[in-house]
């Protein structure tokens, strides 16, 4: 009797141990995928002097920040970056052309607004504006603004906006910006995306860094730039692993 008292306590703990290790690499493998809010993307790609893109601004009182325009009249914002900003509800949000090139939009934080109207020259790919608080667009001074346009390498290749795929069919999309600093989404627009923060590093022509989602689930990826076709592909994975997860493929969006 004890020998099969032993037994069946030995099977029902390898039993409990086979559940807690698949529940565990069921919810590790399956996050990334319930953070995509969309497949089957169809949006054009960006034309040379079009507003989408990701700019750095520069106030008149010397601060810096960071700027996003999509599709769908979507605007996020970030000072210094996105990163620093865009996880904080109010910083996402939309913007409106009062015609011809004057453009408006207002960001909430803790429930002040900040209104930003601003001038845009297709064809510098430059902006010009105020801004303000409250009702105001104008009382807290002037900025300008410049699209950052894909280069040629390193950095300036990298930084930017990047919109692609994962594991063949997800929508995928990172923002490299200053400081390393990186945020990820998997939907079709930045705006829509439960984003990711992390960080990069570049080394030759390729890219290495990681990402982590609200709820801790955390991503490494390495990928090898294009200069030509302005691509970068490359693996993704689980917590430190690089390429367990699938592979990805990215595009640039910072076009002139």
Known sequence: M??????????????ISILFFNACSVDDT???????SSLSRSLPPPTPGELRGLY????????????????????SYGSPALFDKTTISGFRTNYTNLGGDVYVFTCTDSGVSY???FVYDSDSAKMSGTYGIGASYTNLGTFQGKKHITGNSGYEFLKGYWLGTYS???????????????????????????????????????????YV????????????????????TGTWGIGTNNNNGGNFNLSAMNFY
């Open 56 to 75: 750095d601004l520069t106030f008149n009182n010397g601060s810096e920040a960071n700027l996003l325009f999509e599709y769908f009249n979507y605007v």
């Open 115 to 117: 209104n930003f109207r």
């Open 2 to 15: 004890k020998n099969k008292f032993k037994s069946l306590s030995s099977l029902i703990v390898f039993s």
């Open 168 to 210: 063949g069919s997800n929508d995928y999309l990172m923002v490299f910006e200053e400081d390393g600093k990186l945020t990820v989404g998997t939907g079709a627009t930045y705006y829509s995306s439960v984003i990711g923060k992390g960080f990069y590093q570049i080394n030759g022509a390729s890219v290495s860094g990681y």
């Open 30 to 36: 399956s996050s990334q995928s319930e953070e995509n």
């Open 213 to 232: 989602y609200p709820g801790g689930a955390k991503y490494s990826f390495i990928g090898q730039f294009n200069y030509a076709s302005k691509t970068i």
